[in-house]
């Protein structure tokens, strides 16, 4: 099937009124909305920048409707792309997801559906377009729209990166270069610019607004301890009624939180990926039911959970970026109604987001330790069979702990290493009987066991003395593979004529990895990560600190051309603030590195 002729522009503003109220319910789109809708209706690549509970969504899936064909979406999260997908079903739209959670025959299923012409709206992981023939068929298929939602995980700029998506301007390029329309809550100027630059936008159409949520006000409680950050969480929930949300960082503080709360006599729930999923389902259900009017979790919730009263919504701890808070606080209110946004501030908080910004950014000389110990233990196919405990301990006295599992990362980005999973049929194979016992012991009935130590020495040569790696499917067929060779090379081991350690994956290295000092890794923009993440934490930092109107430091912050200079109902434009003595951030910095 090929794409469809249509040419642009696909539809009239009218048009898209006219379906979002007729699927959708709505009568007229947001004021923000409206030059999105419009730019993906005159068929151009758009970026849209629009808060959480700004209805990002509505600015393709509309459009999709309009113009009919098939829009391909690209979305991070299995729960957040079955949620869009329900809410679309509820509603007799023709949508559907392919991700992990699906069999292969059901997966196929959906793809025929979308062959058929059945499907507008079809959600995948970036992943999943790796998967099998997935890329071809929907090539085969022909796709109208690309929406890249959540688009700031393309950007090693954005809070919350992801090095699938860097796939995704390849996979745009396979399906023929439909239009493509990014998508996300959160995005500074210069993430901006990265994802228009990853996803090869051509002349995009850039809509950043909304980001004045009026309706909610802001305000941040100074704490100098749990104890007091636990008394002004009760007091803001007895204070505004209705249902809240409570972010605690850790799954062990969700747990002491909750514990707390409950106590207090307010009836919470505890939500983080360290429940198993039915008692997830049930926290989510008791809340989304006002069974619990308050769920402590974990910033896992609330990706896609469409509960439009949420009154109140306290950060028990300061979030690592401004990002991170404002898309976690804009649950809040999403049906337009006053709703209360609070931050717990101890300036100790930061401390803890250092020692993560700390783990993640190791320096080069812990990268190129890590990389020589990989080059030490590969096998000439550039196999390393290691474990990350076993090279945490072979490098513990030169690496940090925390910088080994950083390091390989960094060594993954620049293309020096695959992780190597566990091969069902390979084993580390070393020769330990001299050829005169191999000769003098293996006649006979023992004779097939020769002939394998032979065919072993044939596929390895003499690394078979010292250790080699071997596919034993890859031997001739009369072996019977893995599973008829193993029994053998088991006796085999147990009369000490061989030493076999079944494969249990580790690291698949560059065979430019043979060069002393080849090692591409950008080195400037490994330094500039760690900058990039250490002023976003400064600006989180600055916006609990600020004298100004929090309201503006956002708005200025994400660049909304709406910015005035005070709303009247944070805390600090009302004058309700109760500030405790704190050091600034720079100079915080400053001494911790002297």
Request: charged share 25%.
């Amino acid at each position: 099937m090929s794409s469809p002729t249509r040419t642009p522009p696909f539809g009239t503003l009218a048009d898209a009124r006219a379906t979002l109220a007729r699927c959708f319910g709505y009568p007229d789109f947001r004021k923000p909305q409206i030059p999105a809708i419009e730019a993906v209706l005159a068929g151009r690549d758009a970026l849209i920048v629009l808060p959480t509970g700004g209805g990002k969504s509505l600015c393709f899936q509309v459009p999709a409707l309009v113009r009919g064909g098939l829009t391909v979406v690209i979305s991070p999260l299995i729960s957040l792309m079955k949620d869009q997908v329900d809410a679309l079903e509820r509603r007799g739209l023709p949508a559907a997801f392919i991700n992990s959670t699906l069999g292969a025959s059901a997966a196929a299923d959906r793809l025929a559906r979308a062959q058929r012409g059945e499907l507008t709206l079809l959600y995948l992981a970036p992943e999943r377009m790796d998967a099998g023939r997935t890329l071809d068929r929907l090539r085969d298929i022909g796709v109208s729209m690309l929406a890249v939602d959540e688009a700031h995980c393309i950007s090693e700029w954005g809070h919350d990166f992801r090095p699938s998506y860097r796939r995704i301007g390849r996979i745009r390029h396979a399906l023929g270069d439909p239009q493509t329309v990014a998508l996300t809550a959160t995005a500074t100027p210069s993430v901006r610019e990265d994802i228009a630059r990853q996803l090869l936008l051509r002349d995009p159409a850039v809509v950043v607004g909304g980001f004045d949520r009026t309706n909610l006000s802001y305000s941040v409680v100074s704490t100098r301890s749990q104890g007091e950050k636990d008394k002004a969480a009760i007091a803001a929930i007895r204070e505004h009624s209705g249902p809240g949300i409570v972010y605690a960082p850790t799954r062990k503080a969700v747990e002491r939180v909750t514990q707390v709360l409950t106590r207090a006599r307010i009836g919470a729930v505890a939500y983080h990926a360290g429940l198993d999923e039915s008692h997830r389902r049930r926290a989510q259900d008791a809340f989304m039911g006002e069974a619990a009017r308050v769920i402590v979790a974990t910033s896992a919730f609330g990706m896609g959970i469409d509960k439009p009263d949420v009154r109140l919504v306290v950060h028990h701890a300061m979030p690592g970026t401004l990002e991170s808070y404002y898309q976690e606080a804009g649950r809040a209110g999403r049906d337009g109604n006053p709703s209360v946004c609070v931050l717990l501030h101890a300036y100790p908080d930061r401390f803890t987001h250092e020692y993560f910004i700390d783990g993640a950014h190791p320096d080069r000389t812990a990268v190129e330790r890590t990389w020589r110990a990989l080059r030490d233990v590969a096998d000439a196919d550039g196999l390393a069979t290691i474990d990350l405990d076993t090279l945490v301990q072979r490098l513990r006295k030169q690496v940090n702990e925390r910088h080994v599992a950083a390091a390989l990362r960094v060594l993954g980005r620049a293309g020096c290493l695959l992780v190597e999973p566990p091969a069902p049929g390979r084993v580390f194979v070393r020769l330990l009987a001299t050829p005169a016992r191999i000769a003098a012991e293996l006649t006979g009935e023992r004779e097939f066991d020769r002939e394998l130590l032979r065919a072993l020495w044939r596929a390895v040569g003499r690394r078979f003395e010292d250790g080699a790696s071997v596919d034993l499917e890859g031997l001739p067929p009369g072996f019977g593979g893995a599973l008829g060779t193993r029994p053998v090379l088991d006796r085999l081991q147990a009369e000490q004529f061989v030493e076999v350690v079944r494969d249990s994956g580790g690291f698949r290295l560059d065979g430019r990895c043979v060069v002393d000092h080849w090692l591409p890794v950008d080195w400037d923009a490994l330094a500039r990560r760690r900058t990039v993440d250490m002023d976003r934490l400064d600006a989180m930092q600055q916006y609990a600190q600020t004298r100004g109107c929090r309201r503006a430091f956002v708005l200025r912050y994400f660049g909304d051309p709406d910015v005035r200079p005070a709303c009247g109902a944070c805390d600090r434009c009302l004058g309700t603030t109760s500030d405790t003595p704190a050091r600034s951030t720079r100079s915080r910095r400053a001494s911790r590195s002297a």
